[in-house]
């Protein structure tokens, strides 16, 4: 029987994932694929940490010696930073290896260009554990949802921030409390920015528009807002109203334009993301056939990454490479955030009321709290008149039934 032979660049979490994988899945490997797959060589930086690595596989600091191997069908990268990962994959390719790569950071960067040479050189690229570890968004969108004309994809794609949220409700826990306490479980590294200032999700947020939509905004142009400015005091006041904070990543086609946002968001029970809580992540994509679908699961850790970069072994083994994300239709007009669409907002804050017609003043949570219904162009001129004000958008329906509620509650 043929083999097909496997590089892992990098034997940390999702490295050591992946290899172990490899060895507990051989069976179904061979059977899916009618090969054996064997791990050829494992890229590593530092000699002096003991791992669990069979004697049969070459274990390198120098990726020139993982070019150079007999045979190498599939490069599987599993490093962090854009260098030198970005030179390593374009090798890789360049040597006619299918690769596959779990760094957002890079593939944010370079996907484009790896994908385009990827295309020339006949090899394809998998990069399903990119974009919300476990769940399976990149195939989802990538070979299921062809002829569907996708109109939104929103996501909890950063489980750190989403345990934090969790947290701060659960436990009534302030911000530096539960980051703590998701350092502790090594859910945060210790620079934490990446995370709860909403960069990671902000290159998985790329990553998906790419795919979805076949280019990305201007990247200046994202309003991208971590979840360092959600207080204690907010959370309580969303919960009053019956909401929760989700950290929310958008992306939506309008006018031939696509406009993302990644910023905290609040949704209601009915939301699909209202009871997705810890590290879980979640992505919901509308589109014009199927209509809308959730997709939930864990988005980050040892075997949920590795299961998505096994899938992806399959996947660049038996499929050509065909870069549907690079000529999918454009051609989708959507009605969803037009700047003059009335949305729901929670506005925290407000020192008087201003008399604006336009401005449905919904139900007053507590002094200076209050749902509203009005344009985001009204909310951002009301922020600009009133300097403490904070604001927040509310995805779905808005019940105003809490105060009435616990008005009965009372009785
Ligand atoms: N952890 C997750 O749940 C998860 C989920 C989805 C995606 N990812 C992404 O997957 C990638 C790996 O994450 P991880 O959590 O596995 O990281 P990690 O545990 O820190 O492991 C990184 C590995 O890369 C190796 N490495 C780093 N720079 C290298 C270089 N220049 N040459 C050779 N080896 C190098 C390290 O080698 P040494 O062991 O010798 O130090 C280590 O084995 C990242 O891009 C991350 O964003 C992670």
């Known amino acids: 029987m043929s083999v097909i032979k496997v590089a892992i660049l990098g034997f940390g979490t999702v ?31 530092n000699t002096q940490k003991k791992r669990n690595i069979s004697e049969n596989v070459l274990v390198t600091t ?24 970005f030179t390593f994959l374009k090798s890789s390719i360049e040597r006619g290896c299918h690769i596959i790569t779990a760094n957002k950071e890079m593939f944010a960067h370079h996907g484009k260009e790896l994908l385009e040479l990827a295309e020339e050189k006949n090899v394809s690229v998998g990069f399903e554990a990119t974009v919300a570890g476990g769940i399976p968004v990149i195939q989802t969108l990538r070979q299921l949802l062809n002829i569907n004309r996708v109109k939104q994809v929103q996501g909890i794609l950063n489980g750190t921030s989403n345990f934090i949220l969790t947290e701060m409700r659960e436990k009534k826990q302030s911000f530096t409390q539960a980051l703590i306490l998701a350092q502790e479980n090594g859910y945060a590294e210790t620079d934490p920015t990446n995370d709860v200032e909403g960069f990671d999700a902000f290159y998985k947020t790329m990553i998906l528009s790419r795919l979805a939509f076949g280019e990305e905004p201007n990247w200046q142009e994202v309003e991208r807002e971590g ?47 209202y009871h997705v809580e810890g590290v879980q992540n979640a992505v919901n994509v509308q589109s014009d056939i199927v209509g809308e679908i959730t997709l939930q699961g864990p988005g980050a850790g040892m075997f949920p990454t590795a299961s998505a970069v096994i899938e992806d072994l399959v996947y660049v083994c038996q499929n050509p490479p065909v870069n549907r994300n690079l000529t999918r239709s454009l051609d989708v007009t959507t009605e969803f955030n037009k700047n003059d669409k009335q949305e729901t907002w929670l506005v925290h804050g407000l020192i008087h009321k201003p008399i604006t017609p336009s401005i449905t003043w919904i139900e007053e949570m507590e002094e200076g709290t209050y749902v509203i219904s009005a344009s985001s162009k009204e909310v951002i001129q009301l922020a600009k008149q009133q300097k403490n004000l904070v604001y927040f958008p509310i995805l779905g329906e808005y019940e105003r039934v809490n105060r009435v509620k616990a008005a009965l509650k009372a009785l």
């Open 15 to 45: 490295g050591e994932g992946v290899y172990r994988t490899i060895q507990s899945h051989s069976e179904e490997l061979t059977a899916t694929l009618g090969k054996k797959v064997e791990v050829a060589a494992v890229l590593i930086r």
């Open 62 to 85: 120098e990726f020139a010696d993982i070019l150079n191997l007999e045979q190498l069908d599939v490069v599987v990268e599993a490093i962090v930073d854009k260098e030198p990962t």
């Open 227 to 273: 979840i360092t400015s959600i207080t204690s005091e907010l959370i309580e006041a969303a919960e009053n109203a019956g909401l929760r904070f989700k950290h929310i990543a958008s992306i939506t086609m309008l006018d031939g334009q696509i406009k993302a946002t990644v910023k905290p968001t609040l949704v209601g029970k009915e939301h699909p993301f």
